[in-house]
């Protein structure tokens, strides 16, 4: 049994630092921020109690800097270390050297991050405790035969995924038995010059999946709680963009035996903390375990609004050694929760990351409208850190509901500075397929193209100015109003609409 922590070092910055800082402060927990000398006007630090410089801007020497960020927690008297996700959040090595450094790691034990970090061990386990994973291999092929005769065991298309990666680095598709020694040989290449380790296993190729993953919660006493389920499917590049709960896809019936089976994937770790199982989901509603994120995920707060469970308050809570405060009989899946991932990226050029000053930072606000943002007006969106600097999360009565706030709040939005995902989220929220839930994990691919989103023309713009002028000259006491086509027409045409629907001129 841990102490209670009364003082904690976050060891990260932007959105989930504030997210962390803001649970901190709910429960009368002081915050220890650190940052890199460009962050040193940052929200996360005028946020925290006490904030610290480890270094400058490129991440390797300030928020990776295990020892300087330990010594920090050390030296201001912490008692604990919240990791957010990214940087140093699924390093076993860290999660180690916080608790060999006599503080508590706000995260599950070294060795689960390590079990599970593995791909090929992750795999052994959850095939030993009956977790339906893809049919393929347990462990890495050692030659091209052996990879021919499992592949056509296994039937084609296959998929070699590299054992040390996860996120998609080092897959190869392959269709044809010709190709599978070529491809063998380039996949350990890849995962060797990426992760120095050229381990490669093969999966059956799953056609046509989503993603759905599984909320868990775990506590030290061997209680392993399932949250629902998040549907993941809309991403670009393995980067997810909009993600929702519950998915149109899951049922009581298979959110029950899916949150069963990732229960059981997290007592199989010996898991403590807030965890995700990652499952592809076929055309038939099965289930197959990809992996396991062994940290909070940036996609959290989806769960925490139709659940009402403040995850990072969970996380302090078993990481004291508490247990869980509710059981599982006691969660309930309430309406429906949607979030964009607001990123300084060119949605007309390729996602290209884009830097600047933020002149303007007007988040929308209401009913339903979570901003987690963790950058102020002002500050700058630099290269040296990852492009997302905001989610926006709306919860509704039902899905309907959910759309039509994130629609609202997108088109509420002010940003001047920056080009943003913004107009590619609301091209997601109009977009027939995402309304009738149809799509998979090649919706992008398949559906978007960035001429969508292309600037207006001046005979447009020209024609968004005077169906401005025209409905302001029927709005007003004692003007006929516009039948509501028109008026509609009118609105989805002002400079204003047209401004967030094709991005403002630069
Ligand atoms: C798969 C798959 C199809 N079949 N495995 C991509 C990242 C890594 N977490 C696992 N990934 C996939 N594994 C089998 N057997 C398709 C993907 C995949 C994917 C999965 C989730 C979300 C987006 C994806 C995009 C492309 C491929």
Redesign the pocket.
């Known amino acids: 049994m841990n102490a209670p922590i009364r003082s904690l070092l976050i060891a990260n910055r932007g959105e989930i630092a504030v997210r962390i800082i803001r649970a901190c402060k709910e429960l009368g927990i002081r915050t220890v921020a650190v940052y890199s000398e460009p962050d040193v006007n940052a929200p996360h630090v005028l946020r925290a109690d006490e904030a610290y410089c480890i270094g400058p801007a490129p991440s390797r020497e300030s928020y990776l800097r295990m020892d300087a960020i330990i010594d920090t927690a050390k030296k201001t008297g912490c008692d604990a270390i919240h990791p957010g996700y990214g940087f140093l959040s699924e390093n076993a090595a860290f999660a180690r050297a916080v608790e060999d450094a006599g503080l508590i790691f706000i995260g599950p034990p070294a060795s689960a991050i390590e079990v599970m970090g593995d791909k090929t061990s992750a795999r052994t386990l959850m095939i030993k405790r009956g977790v339906p994973v893809?049919p393929?291999t347990e462990s890495a092929v050692t030659s091209a035969e052996e990879a021919a005769r499992i592949a056509l065991e296994v039937g084609y298309p296959v998929?070699l995924?590299a054992a040390a990666?996860?996120?998609?680095k080092g897959?190869r598709v392959v269709e044809d038995p010709a190709d599978i020694g070529r491809a063998l040989e380039s996949a350990q290449n890849e995962a060797r010059s990426a992760f120095g380790d050229d381990r490669v296993y093969i999966?059956?190729?799953?056609l046509q999946?989503r993603?759905v993953e599984i909320q868990v919660l775990s506590d030290a006493h061997g209680h392993h709680l399932y949250l629902g389920e998040r549907e993941?499917?809309i991403?670009r590049r393995?980067q997810k963009v909009v993600e929702e709960a519950p998915s149109v896809i899951v049922d009581a019936d298979l959110r029950a035996r899916m949150g069963k089976a990732a229960a059981e994937a997290a007592a199989a770790c010996g898991y403590v903390n807030a965890g995700t199982i990652?499952f592809?989901v076929d055309g038939d509603r099965n289930f197959?375990f990809?992996?396991m994120n062994t940290r909070l995920q940036v996609e959290h707060p989806v769960t925490e609004m139709v659940t009402g469970i403040d995850l990072v308050k969970m996380q302090i809570l078993v990481a004291e050694g508490k247990p869980l405060p509710f059981a599982q009989e006691d969660i309930r899946i309430r309406g429906h929760a949607i979030e964009c991932r607001i990123c300084a990226e060119d949605v007309r050029s390729n996602f290209l990351p884009d830097t600047g000053v933020l002149a303007r930072y007007r988040p929308p606000q209401g009913f339903g409208v979570r901003d987690d943002s963790g950058v102020a007006e002002g500050g700058e969106i630099s290269i040296h850190y990852d492009p997302m600097f905001a989610k926006l999360v709306v919860w509704g009565m039902d899905r309907t509901d959910a759309i039509g706030k994130m629609r609202r709040a997108l088109d509420e939005y002010v940003i001047d500075g920056v080009e943003t995902t913004i107009p590619f989220c609301r091209y997601v929220m109009d977009h027939p397929k995402f309304i009738d839930g149809d799509f998979q994990?090649?919706f992008v691919q398949k559906y978007y193209r960035p001429e969508y989103l292309r600037r207006p023309n001046d005979e447009e713009r020209l024609a968004a100015v005077l169906a401005a002028v025209f409905a302001e000259e029927h709005s007003g006491p004692g003007k006929k109003k516009l039948t509501n086509g028109a008026g509609d027409a009118a609105r989805k045409c002002s400079p204003w609409a047209l401004r967030h629907r094709y991005g403002g001129d630069r």
């Open positions: 893809v393929g998929l995924k990666g996860g996120g998609g897959m999966e059956k190729f799953v999946p993603h993941c499917s991403q393995h990652e592809l197959y990809l992996e994990i090649d």
